[in-house]
Nanobody, 126 residues
Framework: QVQMVESGGDLVQAGGSLRLSCTAS????????MKWWRQAPGKDREGVAC????????NARTSVMGRFTVSRDSGKNPLYLQMNSLKPEDTGMYYC???????????????????WGQGTQVTVSS
């Protein structure tokens, strides 16, 4: 059974930095794409950044490009999301999720993510 545990969320001032971690168990990293998502109150969940199962390709939403970096040491826990120059609009619950390789598509697709963590709260004050 795949399990995901996120950590690292906090209250931070605008312009600050945080590093989120996602620790996965019950899976082989080379079989699963991994993706960070977030959801702000009253808004839909949205993809933030992803890393493919081989760790060779990543993508991020336009609004965080140049500020957020997704990474993982080869084949190891955890998956990181380094967040710099944080803005109030980055506030939300951040989740990591996995997509098994048989579900197809790149790590940036919005479907096929079946295993989710409980989330970690990020709050950016202005």
């Amino acid at each position: 059974q795949v399990q995901m545990v996120e950590s690292g969320g906090d209250l931070v001032q605008a312009g600050g930095s945080l590093r989120l971690s996602c620790t996965a168990s019950g899976l082989r990293f080379d079989e699963y794409d991994m993706k960070w998502w977030r959801q702000a109150p009253g808004k839909d969940r949205e993809g933030v950044a992803c890393l493919n199962r081989r760790g060779t390709w990543s993508n991020a939403r336009t609004s965080v490009m140049g500020r957020f970096t997704v990474s993982r040491d080869s084949g190891k826990n955890p998956l990181y999301l380094q967040m710099n120059s944080l803005k109030p609009e980055d506030t939300g619950m951040y989740y990591c999720a996995t997509k098994w390789m048989v579900n197809g598509g790149s790590c940036w697709v919005t479907i096929g993510f079946e295993d989710w963590g409980q989330g970690t709260q990020v709050t950016v004050s202005s």
